[in-house]
């Protein structure tokens, strides 16, 4: 048993880290902010010296039965849901195109970013259908990653089970819009023109057939510039098999949380 | 209880320091020793809080204090009077893990990279299949043995690496399973050295105590392979399991030994808290119900309590400084409200990180406006309101000494940047560097930030890896309360666990 600290310079290798820089960059998104509590920031705005400090008062937390935090649209309904599958071509602000499929059912949402072998999988929360359980798998790294709720969250297009349906935009957002008289058709379904009222929504514009909550085209501008997407196939129901759980899709992949994930290739 | 200063009367060392030689042979004796020594003299220390900050090394808390109290302000940390610097080397790494830090400083014994409170005869995983060294006994055993109350409190899985290495042994981490049923016991595999087991055992982890076919309280699955429910087998021996928020704060002292597991893994940030379903409590609400039942049902020997916060780690490694130094903030709440709560005068309270990051707080940016000893002739938009606060996270500003005007500062190709860096991680731009203002491509999970300020940005990192790294400098130890004078120079992270046996007389 050794009782120093000596260090052994011979020791195992350690593994590199992996050079693929994770963003989760699949979705289109616009920040939310999760806001500090007030009363905590300014009790803590003290330079009292060297004084005795007093005991503070723990915080109010969120009990079971209190969800506000979590303020998700309960619309649209999932339970009716049509089953399919929308493959976009997305271009991110001049970038080069790039292409996004949703993968939806009643229970399930995935999307799917065929490029770079990234998928983000939701499955409805059992207990609070608002929320979503979410798994980002990497092929490149042959791992499925469980993300925690505070992690999907960042991203408001993905925080919710409602907004998650919709693949790039928010509920709210999409509800800010106002119907044109104009329409299109593609796939067989008529698309209506949803635009928005003021010069200060990031969300432009939807081409939206409300039956099949699914959109042909979308439009976003904010100050990092434009993003669009337009649908290029439309498959009903959702293809065979792209709605299983990822564990049961790649069963030889491992699966870890995505914060256990960030400790182990930093450490090897 | 009572409430007390931070600053109790120096007191005089009553254990000579033993030699190398000595320190060795009082390892390998039994736990008995413990005993000896108690009957040689009163310890200085009834009970014991040990703090760790994982990966809070001291450009984190030095960033924590500005982001929490201000430039000038004082984290309960600056306030701590014995103070010390602590070598983090694992026996194989010169930059450590975790489980080979904490296993350091809760047993006293140098460790590899990996490994759970056994020896550096153990390797990870024992990859040469040739068998592990004997386990190191951990504070925790000791304690026990000596007639106190245990406990561990964590924000990470309880089964995690640090929390682990208070009642586990195990030649890799990565065993969590196993060191469930090692806290648990009635089990074959129970640490017997923990007598009658952890008097309090919080944190997440719920998944590493359910069999995957089964859904615990929050509708997510267990990652047991054996069929078993650990929740209701810990109940049947006897303990008291809890797993929101609301359960915690009614516990009263009758109830203990309790189980509380308040995640199926990791508690979430406390940035992220109001998103849980079922309410998780705040590592300070942690903090002071367990040192209010561990007082409560101690009886002259006191307790020994660990409190980790445990995920200042995980956004460093995610690159999002906004988080660690929340978290941060949470553990130096969490240490002002402990030290207000006991009675320093027979409770010892360290803390110190396990390792540190590659973070830094670089640049000259300059304190916010109303706090300059002068007036600038000109500033900024930017720069003319915000708090101190808005300064260390937004783009650095600069004084321009030869105009007298603040703006922000630029690298060489005019572009600025902001003081919170790492050297490496997901924070890495690929392409060429834009003003961070304008950033909106690198956020937290697919967040697209504001600015800097947003608590999703992700600062900038220099070489691209999926994730940021651990630090290989020192960190800091503080101590407060009774026996805390040994904090001083700078100690191996095995010292550590010297300071608080002898304290407690163990
Ligand atoms: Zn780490």
Redesign the interface.
């Known amino acids: 048993m050794r009782s120093d600290s000596e260090s052994q310079p011979e020791g195992p290798p350690r593994r590199g880290a992996a050079a693929v820089v994770l963003t989760v960059v699949i979705t289109v998104v616009i920040w939310r902010a999760l806001e500090v509590p007030g009363d905590a920031a300014s009790a803590l705005q003290r330079t009292d010296g060297l004084t005795a400090l007093e005991t503070l008062e723990p915080r109010a937390t969120p009990r079971l039965s209190e969800t506000q935090a979590f303020s998700s649209p309960a619309w649209p309904g999932a339970a009716s849901r049509p089953s399919l599958s929308a493959t976009y071509l997305r271009s991110v602000r001049g970038a080069v195109d790039e292409v996004f499929v949703l993968h939806r059912d009643a229970a399930r949402v995935s999307w799917q970013s065929p490029d770079s072998g990234r998928r983000v999988d939701f499955e409805q929360h059992g207990l609070d259908p608002r929320r979503v359980l979410s798994q980002l798998s990497v092929r490149d790294e042959g791992v499925v990653l469980d993300l925690a709720l505070g992690d999907a969250a960042s991203d408001p297009s993905a925080a919710s089970w409602a907004d998650c349906s919709l693949g790039g935009f928010t509920v709210q957002e999409l509800t800010a819009l106002r119907p044109t008289e104009a329409t299109r058709e593609a796939f067989g379904v008529e698309f209506r023109e949803l635009r928005a009222v003021g010069e200060h929504e990031a969300l432009r514009e939807v081409w939206w057939n409300a039956e099949l909550e699914v959109a042909l085209e979308w439009r976003r501008v904010d100050a990092s510039g434009e993003v669009r997407q337009v649908l290029q196939d439309l498959q009903r129901p959702a293809r065979a098999g792209e709605l299983r759980d990822p564990v049961e899709r790649h069963p030889e992949w491992r699966r870890l949380d995505f914060a256990d994930w960030l400790d182990e290739v930093s450490e090897g | 209880m009572l409430?007390?200063?931070?600053?109790p009367a120096p007191k005089s060392p009553r254990f000579s320091i033993p030699g190398?030689l000595g320190?060795?042979a009082w390892?390998?004796c039994a736990l008995p020793c413990g005993s000896f020594a108690q009957e040689a003299t009163r310890p200085e220390a009834r009970n014991a809080i040990f703090f760790v900050g994982d990966g809070m090394g001291i450009s984190t808390v030095t960033a924590a204090r500005v982001f929490?109290?201000?430039v000038?302000?004082?984290l309960?940390l600056d306030?701590m009077p014995f103070h010390a610097l602590s070598?983090t080397?694992?026996?194989?790494?010169?930059t450590a893990?975790s489980a080979a830090t904490m296993s350091?400083m809760i047993t006293?014994?140098?460790?590899?990279?990996?490994v759970i409170s056994m020896?550096?005869?153990s390797?990870?995983a024992d990859?040469n299949m040739d068998g592990d060294?004997?386990p190191?006994t951990t504070l925790f055993e000791l304690a026990k043995a000596a007639g106190k109350r245990i406990g561990v409190v964590t924000t990470t899985r309880v089964t995690h690496a640090t929390p682990a290495a208070c009642y586990a042994h195990g030649n890799h981490r990565d065993a969590e399973n196993d060191f469930a049923l090692q806290a648990l016991p009635t089990d074959a595999s129970y640490n017997p050295a923990l007598l009658g087991g952890l008097d309090l055992l919080a944190g997440g982890g719920r998944r590493q105590f359910l069999d995957a076919s089964m859904?615990d309280e929050?509708?997510?699955a267990g990652r047991r392979s054996d069929g078993r429910d650990l929740r209701a087998e810990f109940q049947a021996a006897n303990y008291e399991y809890v797993w929101?928020?609301?359960q915690w704060?009614a516990l009263g002292v009758e109830q203990l030994p309790v189980l509380a597991l308040f995640n199926s893994?990791?508690m979430?940030?406390e940035?992220?808290?109001?998103?849980?379903?079922?309410?998780?409590?705040?590592l300070?609400?942690l903090t002071?119900k367990a040192v209010e039942l561990l007082e409560a049902s101690a009886d002259d020997n006191g307790w020994l309590l660990l409190v980790e916060a445990g995920?200042i780690?995980?956004a460093h490694?995610?690159g999002n400084a906004f988080r660690a130094l929340?978290e941060t903030?949470q553990l130096d709440?969490a240490v002002?409200?402990a030290?207000?709560?006991v009675n320093l005068e027979e409770t010892l309270v360290l803390v110190t990180a396990d390792h540190s990051h590659g973070f830094v707080l670089a640049g000259y940016p300059l304190r916010p406006l109303e706090e300059l000893p002068y007036k600038p002739r000109d500033w900024d938009e930017g720069f003319a309101t915000g708090s101190a606060r808005d300064r260390l996270l937004d783009v650095a500003y600069h004084l321009n000494a030869r105009t007298g005007e603040v703006r922000a500062a630029r690298d060489a190709n005019g572009v600025p940047y902001t003081a919170l860096l790492y050297a490496s991680g997901?924070g890495?731009r690929?392409a060429a560097r834009v003003d961070p203002r304008?950033d909106?491509?690198?956020?937290?999970?697919?967040?697209?930030?504001?600015g800097p300020r947003?608590?999703?940005y992700r600062q900038e990192a220099h070489v691209?890896?999926?994730?940021?790294?651990?630090g290989g400098e020192d960190v800091s130890l503080y101590g407060v309360g009774a026996g805390s004078h040994r904090v001083r120079g700078t100690l191996?992270?095995?010292e550590i666990f010297q300071v608080m046996r002898r304290a407690l007389g163990l």
């Not at chain 2, 940035?271 to 705040?282: I, K, N, Q, V, Y």
């Not at chain 2, 909106?440 to 930030?449: T, Y």
């Open positions: 409430a007390r200063s931070l600053h190398r320190l060795t390892l390998a929490s109290v201000g000038d302000g004082q309960a306030t070598r080397a694992s026996s194989d790494s010169i893990d350091a006293g014994v140098s460790t590899n990279n990996g020896g550096a005869e390797e990870p990859f060294g004997p190191a859904t929050e509708g997510e929101n928020a609301e704060s893994s990791h979430e940030y940035h992220d808290r109001a998103l849980d379903l079922g309410g998780e409590p705040s300070v609400e002071l995920r780690d995980h490694h995610g929340r903030e709440r002002e409200a030290s207000a709560a997901p890495s690929t304008e909106k491509a690198n956020g937290w999970f697919g967040a697209e930030p504001t947003d608590p999703n691209p890896l999926s994730s940021e790294t651990h191996s992270n095995t």
